[in-house]
């Protein structure tokens, strides 16, 4: 009777729990028995793990195998647990040493022939061997992905062959860290190259400064969009920890990590057609959704009233937790989504309610159905609102003002305010919580009166009324003042005033 013991890593939502895979060979008739939860194409692996190992050139004991993976509840899929299989049948029939096995983990998926093939979801592993103190080996494939994180010791092989040999006389060199420089964020628009709409710039300039929900509404063809395109190039660049999050989610979601876009925010901009579970997650196997793909970054929703109601408000708890748990029969999976939220829509069916030259025909009950889509409870989680007008002609021709910054600078700004914050209470202002606002946010006398006077008029929620004191917490961080005054209250408030869905007198 022969025991060998292989460690590899599972795929759990942005998670890689690590699995023992358990090889006992025995006598008795020749079978090939698998048990710990395997999925289908994990079964499946019997028939590659077989033509591999025979045309790797080895021998395939003609006994009766056994294959438990532990830990017993946690789901398998995929063909990640290839390798490891074959290694062990090997370890077990006393073909490599099995003590060599104990201080590796091993990822790959195989081939008939024998050859290592790539799998998704590799950074996770990559990070949690690393902090397990554990070499790696993968496949050639990822070793791209691998190179991402700093402190590892990963071997990469590209075919069962080599990866049998590297435990036996031909050890294989490390696969050296090559994490990319954090480079300058790039624009997406330069702010100058959008004339007017003051106003919407400094509410554009709030949402990047403390990480602020933004709702713009407005007539088509007033800079909506070109605005939301804007704010990616306002946001400071993200640090190796933050970028290696955004890099594992991507992974995870079988998209490529670019190395010229390390280290940039991520900017996701569905479509209003996207599905509840295309946006927050799910499917048959666990897979990320929109909100957690822009985890780190932004989530553009423009159209906002296209979406389905149902679509979004599945939003409510992404925006207030920062992430969202998926939950079906076979599995229970945790995404990480720390998103800013920017959405646009018209007032109206036809888009001109309010226009001052009178274009709207919508009667009121069409426009009240149409503003419908938006329920209260995720307007309430929406810090700043705000109007985009139409643009009078002289406004639209002319050039901006020399003294207006540029991206560049309002980055600039951004990121010292961000900094402030951080190490002032180590979150952004938007993530502030109830319990930290009274020593974070005080308040002058004035201010106090004056948020009671706005809770009242505009029949504030508690919830409104906290998002309006960040808010207003972030205006004063901008003008380096250490207490909120009526002034910043008072411009806070403002951004509660969106006239679209302001009660009738």
Not at 58 to 69: Q, S, V, Y
Not at 96 to 120: F, S, T, W
Not at 160 to 167: G, I, M, N, V, Y
Not at 364 to 388: F, M, N, Q, T, W
């Amino acid at each position: 009777m022969s025991l060998a013991i292989v460690y590899t890593r599972a795929n759990q939502g942005v998670e890689a729990p690590l699995v023992t895979v358990e090889t006992h060979l025995s006598n008795g008739l020749p079978a090939f028995n698998m048990v710990g939860l395997p999925e289908t194409t994990v079964k499946e692996s019997r028939e590659r793990v077989r033509s591999a190992i025979l045309n790797a050139g080895l021998e395939f004991p003609d006994r009766r195998i056994t294959i438990n993976m532990a830990p017993a509840d946690v789901p398998k899929s995929g063909g990640r647990y290839d390798l490891a299989i074959a290694l062990g049948v090997l370890a077990a029939s006393g073909q490599l040493c099995a003590d060599k096995l104990a201080d590796i983990e091993i990822l790959g998926e195989l081939a008939l022939a024998g050859d290592v093939r790539g799998v998704q979801g590799v950074l996770p592993a990559v990070i949690a061997a690393r902090d397990a103190d554990r070499q790696l080996m993968l496949p050639f494939a990822n070793r791209e992905d691998a190179s991402l994180v700093s402190g590892t010791h990963n071997v990469v092989v590209s075919n069962l062959r080599q990866a049998w040999a590297h435990f036996q006389e031909s050890p294989l060199p490390f696969c050296p860290s090559q994490v990319p420089g954090i480079p300058v964020n790039n624009i997406f628009n330069e702010i100058r190259a959008i004339r007017g709409q003051p106003f919407a710039k400094q509410a554009l300039l709030l949402a990047a400064a403390g990480g602020h929900h933004l709702l713009m509404v407005g007539p088509p063809g007033t800079g909506k969009t070109l605005l939301a395109n804007v704010l990616p190039g306002l946001l400071p660049s993200l640090d190796e920890s933050q970028s290696l999050a955004v890099a594992a989610v991507r992974s995870v979601a079988g998209l490529s990590v670019d190395a010229a876009s390390w280290g940039l925010p991520p900017f996701r901009a569905p479509h209003h057609g996207t599905s509840a579970v295309a946006l927050v997650g799910g499917g048959r196997h666990a897979m990320p959704g929109e909100v957690t793909l822009a985890h780190g970054g932004v989530l553009f929703l423009d159209e906002l009233t296209e979406f389905k109601r149902h679509v979004l408000e599945c939003l409510r708890e992404p925006l207030e937790a920062g992430h969202v748990y998926i939950s079906r029969a076979d599995y229970r999976v945790r995404f990480p989504a720390r998103f800013q939220l920017i959405s646009a829509m018209n007032p109206c069916p036809c888009g001109f309610a309010g226009d001052s030259r009178g274009l709207c025909r919508c009667t009121p009950d069409r426009i009240a159905r149409y503003l419908e889509k938006i329920s209260g409870p995720l307007l309430d989680r929406i810090d700043i609102h705000v109007e985009v007008p139409r643009l009078a002609s002289d406004d639209l021709r002319q050039q901006a003002p020399a003294d207006e910054p540029d991206s560049a600078a309002l980055r600039e700004q951004v990121t010292l305010c961000r900094q402030l914050q951080v190490k002032r209470q180590g979150c952004l202002n938007r993530d502030l919580s109830a319990e930290m606002l009274d020593s974070v946010c005080p308040l002058e006398k004035t201010a106090e009166k004056l948020l009671r006077q706005s809770m009242d008029k505009l029949n504030l929620s508690a919830r409104a009324t906290h998002r309006l004191i960040k808010l207003a917490r972030t205006i004063a961080d901008l003008e380096q003042s250490q207490v909120i005054t009526a002034a910043h209250i008072a411009q806070a408030a403002v951004y509660r005033q969106l006239h679209a869905f302001r009660p009738a007198d």
